[in-house]
């Protein structure tokens, strides 16, 4: 099983990036997809996720990052746009299954950093 994690980049502030999150091994109809960031010097912490059609974002990204899942594909997406240096992340995908054995997996990560 595995994730993978791609589409960070460097971007300019009020750019866009889209991340997937690709799984392989394993099909995401019974997880919740979630991603998460880490900023140097600060902990990791949850700023979206997906389960079936539901989709929950932190304040900080409310408004500026959507996620989406495409099934066919196995892959779920966070397209962000408005991005603010504080943005400025190494950005993991987590899937959380929903039902027994409640599996978890990380993707290896994927740098975004904002600047001018």
């Known amino acids: 099983v595995q994730l993978q994690a791609s589409g960070g980049g460097l971007v300019q502030p009020g750019g866009s990036l889209r991340l997937s999150c690709a799984a392989s091994?394993?099909?995401?109809?019974?997880?919740?997809v979630g991603w998460f960031r880490q900023a140097p010097g600060k902990e990791r912490e949850r700023i979206s996720c997906i389960a079936d059609d539901t989709t929950y974002y932190e304040d900080p990204v409310k408004g500026r990052f959507t996620i989406s899942r495409d099934n066919a594909k196995n892959t779920v997406y966070l397209q962000m746009n408005n991005l603010r240096p504080e943005d400025t992340a190494v950005y993991y995908c987590?899937?959380?299954?929903?039902?027994?054995?409640?599996?978890?997996?990380w993707g290896q990560g994927t740098l975004v950093t904002v600047s001018s």
């Open positions: 987590n899937a959380a299954e929903t039902v027994a054995p409640f599996r978890n997996y």
């Open positions: 091994g394993v099909g995401l109809d019974y997880y919740v």
